[in-house]
Nanobody
Framework: QLQASGGGLVQPGGSLRLSCAAS????????MGWFRQAPGKEREFVAV????????SYAASVKGRFAISRDNARNTVYLQMNSLKLEDTAVYYC???????????????WGQGTQVTVSS
């Protein structure tokens, strides 16, 4: 029901925009989050946006470099990633939940993930 896309290979300092398209149901009343998971590490919070799009929250590690947005008419959420660093390499997952949470277990729906690799 959530399909993430837009990942790829990018050099340090580069940019990518991830998309997460919802299908089968509407998520316009859900907070939408992005998480990431690097090999051997736990899934970690990246960003979340309220259902209306007027509130966003970021992990300290990406604040000022990433921007989350949503288009409820298209049932899609985006993650613009700028000034990418080697440590941003991970599988990125989108998710839908009732509240603006930073804990993965608080989310009800998950996409399949898209790989982002930052490498020179």
């Amino acid at each position: 029901q959530l399909q993430a896309s837009g990942g790829g290979l990018v050099q340090p300092g580069g940019s990518l925009r991830l998309s997460c398209a919802a299908s089968g149901r509407t998520f316009t009343r859900y907070a939408m989050g992005w998480f990431r998971q690097a090999p051997g590490k736990e899934r970690e919070f990246v960003a979340v946006i309220s259902w209306s799009g007027d509130i966003a929250s970021y992990a300290a590690s990406v604040k000022g470099r990433f921007a989350i947005s949503r288009d409820n008419a298209r049932n899609t959420v985006y993650l613009q990633m700028n000034s990418l660093k080697l440590e941003d390499t991970a599988v990125y997952y989108c998710s839908a939940g009732r509240f603006l949470e930073r804990i993965p277990s608080q989310y009800d729906y998950w996409g399949q993930g898209t790989q982002v690799t930052v490498s020179s």
